[in-house]
């Protein structure tokens, strides 16, 4: 009896641990859950950069009114947004011009830097400060700028 006895708890002992089987199945749905994981966080990313191309477009916006409101005209094309944080060397140059409205020059999430149309293509009556967007080419759909909103992520 002491034979049967010994068979039954080293059984039970052995049922205690998790088989190799049990293990490989764990393991895969955890792996299948870090790749959902994993899936529904890509695009956002993308996304941050065009909200933050946005806010940097608006931030550019006010910072050309105040030079508008200071210098009395805004920077031609030539000038461009250099205008806002070095003294324009070229005509016209502001007579009034005493302070940086911006920092030094700022380059768009995707490394390019941002563009200046004066009068502009989407506001003829005034400016357009826009962003190539990703592709880095101007006048393409992906363009953020200062007629439309940062990109939602079904753009994307």
């Known amino acids: ?3 049967t006895a010994f068979v039954r708890s080293s059984r ?3 049922r205690r641990g998790f088989t190799l089987m049990e293990m490989i199945i764990v393991l895969t749905i955890i792996a299948l859950l870090v790749a959902l994981a994993m899936n529904s966080l890509t695009g956002v ?3 941050a950069k065009g909200q ?3 806010a940097d477009i608006s931030a550019f916006k006010t910072a050309l009114l105040a030079y508008q409101l200071q210098c ?3 920077p ?3 000038q461009g947004l250099k205008a806002l944080w070095a ?3 070229a005509e016209p140059i502001p007579s009034h011009w005493s302070a940086q409205f911006s920092d030094e020059q700022a380059l768009d999430p995707w490394g390019h830097p941002y563009q200046y149309v004066i009068p502009g293509k989407h506001h003829p009556e005034s400016f357009d400060v826009f962003s190539m967007g990703p592709d880095g080419l101007p006048n393409t759909a992906d363009d953020i700028g200062n007629w439309k909103d940062a990109p939602s992520s079904s753009n994307q």
């Open 52 to 54: 933050k191309a946005a």
């Open 72 to 74: 009395g005209s805004m």
């Open 76 to 78: 031609t094309n030539e």
């Open 87 to 89: 003294r324009p060397t």
């Open 1 to 3: 009896m002491k034979s």
């Open 45 to 47: 990313g993308e996304t």
């Open 12 to 14: 039970r002992a052995f």
